[in-house]
């Protein structure tokens, strides 16, 4: 099996490289569903698979050459003009790896997404349901010599109605479920979130307004041997904030929300003690995007606000990261990307990591159904608790076809 999934890999990878002719959809269905074949296959190679620290022996990195492949199916529903369209992608990703064969492993993914736009109403829904195997930065305690196991869904749906030519209204609903395979992979947390806002057009490209976001989580609670070790409350998040979307400048676009955002909750309780979680502070959600000339352009964010870590506490998230993409033709582009994120946890040890993330890839694009790239990404994170500081290098090699 293993053999053959990474001939399978290579092949796609060679059967790619060697069709460059424009394709039309696998089956159309009436005048409105086009029906696509999508696959991908990758070859990575991982210096630190499960991401872990050189402290012990025991926890030394495990470096292995992973094989991916990624068949699937992508419906799309309406056509272009139309005020409504769909559209759904259903995929499985079998991950196999050279040296460490017992966390071989294959996941599935399901994407819906819906959009209406008649001008006076905006209406937007994204849905995703995904079967997860790895040991990333979200998992704040990774586990040694296997991959932590988790679903995750998501609903993210967003609303904008036009009173008039210049006042709009928008809201939404927001919701996050993971759930984890064991406990020692993470407590099943969840959220839910309703943001309103009232914008105002300023100019023909640019909306300034303001909002509310309030926002609902919480995380089950820890039990060891019978035994209730930590208690986790509901926490509330109040954000209000100014909102500006559109064009600053004919090269400068933004879109952000800066404000002041409170966390309440009954505080957590970890063997006994308890943890005041109760916090107000500036947060942001913040985005531009410098287009430089038609073939240059850098983005630039700032991401500050609330979040539950996978072991259940509460945190605060801070991130910066730079984008910069050039395309040197219709068809071949570079980027290259610089993050870096603060983690603050709410907990007995005060935790805080400094997490260093940076990678460079390019990508060759023929025509609209092929695409080839290749890149690395070199992640550090320095953590007060040794043994959650870490180094992980990753080099890949990947051919997608839509067919």
């Known amino acids: 099996m293993i053999s ?11 059967a790619v490289a060697g069709n460059t002719l424009h394709a039309a959809p696998l ?34 990195a495990q470096d292995d050459t992973v094989y991916l492949l990624s068949p699937g199916l992508n419906m799309r529903f309406g056509r272009p003009g139309a005020a409504g369209s769909a559209d759904l992608t259903l995929k499985n990703d079998f991950t196999i790896y050279s040296k460490l064969n017992g966390i071989d492993n294959d996941k599935s993914s399901l994407i819906a ?7 006076l109403l905006v209406f937007s829904l994204n849905t995703t349901f995904s079967e997860l195997d790895s040991n990333t ?44 395979l064991t406990q020692a992979d993470g407590r099943d947390n969840q959220s839910v979130a309703v943001p309103f806002g009232l914008l ?49 400048t004919p090269k400068l676009t933004a879109d952000f ?19 005041n979680e109760d916090k107000t502070n500036l947060s942001s959600d913040t985005k531009f995007t410098w287009t430089v000339t038609p073939k240059t352009q850098f983005r630039f964010g700032i991401d500050k606000d609330f979040n539950q870590a996978s072991s259940g506490n509460s945190t605060e998230k801070t991130a910066y990261k730079i984008t910069a993409i050039n395309a040197f033709s219709p068809l071949f582009q570079i980027a290259g990307f610089l993050e870096f994120t603060n983690t603050e946890h709410k907990t007995s040890t005060a935790r805080e990591d400094d997490l260093f993330h940076t990678g460079i890839n390019a990508t060759y694009t023929p025509n609209e159904f092929l695409k080839f790239s290749a ?29």
Not at 4 to 14: A, D, F, G, P, T
Not at 231 to 238: A, E, K, M, W
């Open 375 to 403: 890149g690395f990404t070199h992640q550090n994170n320095d953590s007060n608790i040794s043994s959650s500081s870490y180094d992980n290098n990753t080099v890949f090699a990947r051919a997608s076809l839509k067919y």
């Open 27 to 60: 089956v159309s269905i009436g005048d409105n569903i086009d029906v696509f074949f999508i696959g991908t296959a990758e070859i990575k190679y991982n210096d630190n698979v499960f991401v872990t620290s050189d402290d012990t022996v025991a926890t030394r």
């Open 137 to 180: 930065p979200l998992v704040d305690t990774p586990s040694t010599g296997r991959l932590n196991e988790r679903e995750n869904a998501k609903v993210i749906s967003a609303i904008r109605y036009n009173f008039s030519q210049k006042t709009s209204f928008t809201t939404g609903f927001q919701y996050n479920n993971t759930r984890f």
């Open 4 to 14: 053959k999934v990474k001939n399978l890999s290579i092949l796609l990878l060679l």
């Open 113 to 119: 997404n819906v959009v209406y736009d008649d001008e």
């Open 257 to 275: 929300k800066v404000g002041v955002q409170k966390r309440s909750s009954d505080g957590l309780i970890s063997n006994g003690v308890l943890i």
């Open 200 to 248: 105002y057009k300023y100019s023909p490209k640019l909306d300034l307004g303001f909002g509310y976001r309030y926002r609902t989580s919480d995380a089950d609670d820890n039990i060891t041997g019978g035994v209730t070790t930590q208690i986790t409350p509901d926490r509330q998040d109040h954000f209000f904030h100014f909102t500006a979307t559109g064009e600053l």
